[in-house]
């Protein structure tokens, strides 16, 4: 008899969840822990864990937890797989930007701390088997792909030296062309894959023969059939519907090819997997999908009543083996259900006791994910169609999104955690996922259903569930929306029934059948042609009668589209076909194409992207108030950011600055410091509103005051700005004193150091302002930082007084950072005037010397000088030039543009300008070139004509 499955005595604490909302933060990401495998005795278990983008191994003490060691890896690496080799050393496989890299952890255990040592192999492989009886041997598989596949019997010391092959003992008579390997280590089998032609041969062998014996060929067939173990004299234990409607357990005779005893067929469901006790040959237990649930039948009536108990111990959750030891008394099991992703129990069979490991995902642990409940109803057909409703916990909007499934052939709803479905229903919608006929998991009559046609099929499956929800929880208005062929489903629920439907929403949709039949698409295998076909009850002519967007005209409510601009699946022209004609036909349609991306997301924040926009579009065209909740604010600032951003930064949908505008403005009446800045940016800079300097400033003391450091800054640089209505020292040196305290960059630091240097605002240090202007006190030194260090510099060395001292400071600064060894040089004019570009040479070119230069956009004038340091040609010498304007109805002169430049001696230096924009007929321009301790070496006025 099989070991018991559930054999837990300790009752689990249910926590009280508080009504809260969920950020999509939280619930858009990838599990924190996975990958959990227990050593072979049980002594530590190693999992994976994912935090802050860095993937990390590590290892525990089962009789401790809390006693754990990490191992980081190289930036950006992704851990792909590893095994136990010993009770204190792993092999491990993973991938950085310079490949694919292999190597052994090895613990070493000192005072109850776990060091681990990793120790890099060129070794490339895959572990196969752990044998603890064989002197701790294992068995490797050396090679790849392109290689030739060869099974050692090796040591540890082997693969970590990297001498398998020398020292290994290779297995004998492996199978020529194998493709992969595996074993079945409680029969001690070995089983391989090769190819002839376009079928795949399924190979076995015990480890003590030589001979390898065909399991099975694969060609394409129009059946399920899988392997789950072998029991004895050429006999497997398979499932397979190839005589049967649902797929059922069966004894396979490997030597005849053929099947033998059926041992059990579910009435309702297709099997998922079977055991059988290797003895009797009678059947142990079986696992289906009932009711979106993972479910286990036991056929020892005392063994399925004491699960039944184990099964309530876990409030009726699904529970899965992970990892067990080598004596299989010692087990990592997860408990998982649609409100709860994965919680990892350490389970003991022989003191029959569970303890918490941890949770897939922490951040979701103590948060009110929604369960789902199953319905089910005979159809027309005779057969059971099931659906799932999760409802809202809380805030209930009254509205039922009827989400179909795709397919329209084998796809299937499951009872496990759907982050778009929990994020819909904690914004309070109540989310109808529908196994249409067609689904996987209820037989082939079941799949086939669809030949009747798939419009009637899903008018009929999903019209009959529908009422069923809405007669028992008085739902009034509803949504459809789906995936792929679910869109497709989900278009003609809103054509055929506009009084009930209030919008139909499509993600990466079906609308034009003619068009997935294309030859530029995978769907144009003739295989695949004609699946779709059958399954979608049309013949090639008609196609057109059965597509959405032929029939657009019948589509009276609110649509929405989402496409992927490199979806080979459901390509962009579905969408931009059937959004043209509803266009045409004046109908309340919106798409949005993302850029570089296929069928669905593959990254979490074009998921929260998409399921943000469908929450507001719903309650736009539903007419939904926002959740009147403080609790909600953080959320709904997070989403109008999100959405707002993708507008504004044009890397997932086309650039669109007035639906980003929009957006910020509502996380901004929320409170949202960047978008309040954001918003100010406009009024600064003009954008879709009247430019207005006043206006940003409110606006960016307001975001500065709710916290964001950026406005700080900002305040701080316009405030500084001498040649602005605004300008105010004191006020703007405050500000980057807060930029400073709020953790804004080094820039903030080099204002301070600025004010420092002219005294501004505070008392003059100069030796403080050089030390920060030397950027050596820590922090972050990128391209923005250097760039305004130099601009700074420029400024204080031309509108400060300095000692000889103070001076040298700002020499040495030169001498490190410019190479700059030259401070006294000759200087002479070589020329000046008029430059023009030339195309050949790619530079301006001496073009006419006057001071006289005309009023023509794009004119560029200036001078060249010659400058003689009489030194090496490595070492540069350093320059500041100043352009001001001076107007000739005015006495005032403002500073056009003033820059250190530096370089050596050897061509003569241009000094340019273009032509300002705000010129006219008499505006002078004066060139004034100083040296870096503030002597004038050079002046020259331009005036314009």
Known sequence: MRVLHFLFLVLLPISTLQATPISPNDLFQSPTYYSFK??????????????????????????????????????????????????????????????????????????????????????????????????????????????????????????????????????????????????DSTNDMLFAASKDGDKVEHWYRPASDKAWRLLRVVNDDAYAFSVQAYLQDDTFLVLTNQHTDRIAAYLYDAKTQ????????????????????????????????????????????????????????????????????????????????????????????????????????????????????????????????????TRPKFRDNGVLLVVPEGGPVGSQAVNEYDPDTQYLANRGYAVLRVN???????????????????????????????????????????????????????????????????????????????LIFNANNFVSLEAVQKTLKTALGVSDSGLTQASPVYAADKLKVPALFFAGQKDNFAPIEHTHRFEYVLKKLNKDVTSLIYRNVAYGHGNWRGDMHLNAYVDDFIREKLGLEDIDDPAFDDIHQQEAMLIADVFSFNYLLEKNRIKAKEYYEQAASLGDARALFNIGSYYHRG????????????????????????????????????????????????????????????????????????????????????????????????????????ELLTEVLLEGKYSVDELEQFKQILRDNYNVHHFEFEVDEDDMGVFEFNQRSREHEHADTTTLIPNTEGTVFGMLVDYDANGSRFQNLAVINRWTRIDPDSTDEQIVYQNLVYGNDREPWKTLLEMPDDAHSGTQYRLDIYAVNGRLLLSKIFTVQ
């Open 687 to 790: 954008i879709l509103v009247n430019e207005s300097l006043a206006k940003a400033i409110e606006l960016y003391k307001q975001s500065s005051d709710a916290g964001y450091e950026e406005a700080s800054y900002r305040l701080g640089v316009l405030l500084a700005d001498k040649n602005s209505p605004h300008y105010d020292p004191k006020v703007s040196f405050d500000y980057f004193t807060l930029a400073q305290i709020q953790n804004f960059d080094l820039r903030a630091d080099l204002y301070l150091a600025r004010a420092h240097c002219l005294g501004e605002a505070i008392e003059r240090n100069v030796s403080y302002c050089v030390s920060k202007l030397k950027l050596s006190s820590g922090g972050k030194v990128n391209k923005q930082v250097r760039e305004v260090r130099h």
């Open 436 to 514: 249409l006929r067609g689904s996987s998991g209820l037989g082939k009559d079941f799949q086939q259903q669809t030949l009747d046609s798939y419009k009637q099929v899903v008018l009929a499956d999903v019209g009959q569930i529908t009422a069923q929800i809405s007669d028992k929880y008085g739902y009034q208005q509803a949504c459809s929306m789906g995936m792929g062929f679910g869109a497709y489903a989900a278009v003609l629920l809103a054509m055929e029934q506009p009084e009930f439907y209030g919008c139909t929403i499509g993600k990466f949709g079906i609308y034009d059948l003619s």
């Open 38 to 183: 227990l050593n072979p005795n049980a002594s530590f278990f190693a999992a994976f864990r994912q935090q802050s983008g860095e993937q990390s191994l590590i290892i525990s003490f089962t009789s401790d937890i809390e006693l754990e060691s990490k191992l980081s890896f190289s930036e950006g690496a992704k851990l792909h797989n590893y095994e136990w080799i010993d009770n204190d050393s792993l092999f491990i496989e993973y991938q950085d930007k310079s490949g694919q890299h292999y190597g052994v952890v090895n613990l070493d255990i000192e005072d109850q701390k776990i060091k681990l040592v990793f120790e890099h192999t060129k070794q490339y492989g895959y572990i196969l088997d752990f044998q603890p009886l064989r002197n701790n041997q294992v068995l490797f598989v050396q090679g790849n792909d392109s290689d030739e596949l060869i099974v050692y019997q090796v040591g540890v010391s082997a693969i970590i030296n990297n001498s398998v092959a020398s020292l290994g003992k290779p297995v004998e008579g492996l199978l020529d062309g194998a493709l992969h390997y595996s074993f």
């Open 258 to 389: 053929t099947l033998k005893t059926k041992l059990y067929e579910h009435p309702i469901y297709d099997l998922e997997s079977a055991w059988v006790d290797p003895e009797t040959l009678t059947l142990d237990s079986v696992s289906y999908w009932k009711h979106g649930k993972l479910t286990e039948d036991f056929f020892d009536p005392a063994i399925e009543d004491f699960n039944d108990e184990v099964r309530q111990t876990f409030d009726n959750k699904q529970v899965v083996y992970v990892s067990s030891n080598l004596n299989r008394d010692i087990s990592i099991v997860k408990a998982f259900n649609a409100d709860d992703p994965g919680t990892y129990y350490l389970f003991d069979s022989l003191y029959m006791t569970a303890r918490l490991l941890t949770h897939a995902y922490p951040s979701l642990a103590d948060k009110p994910l929604a369960p789902m409940e199953a319905f089910s109803f005979i159809n027309d057909k005779g057969h059971t169609v099931e659906a799932f409703l």
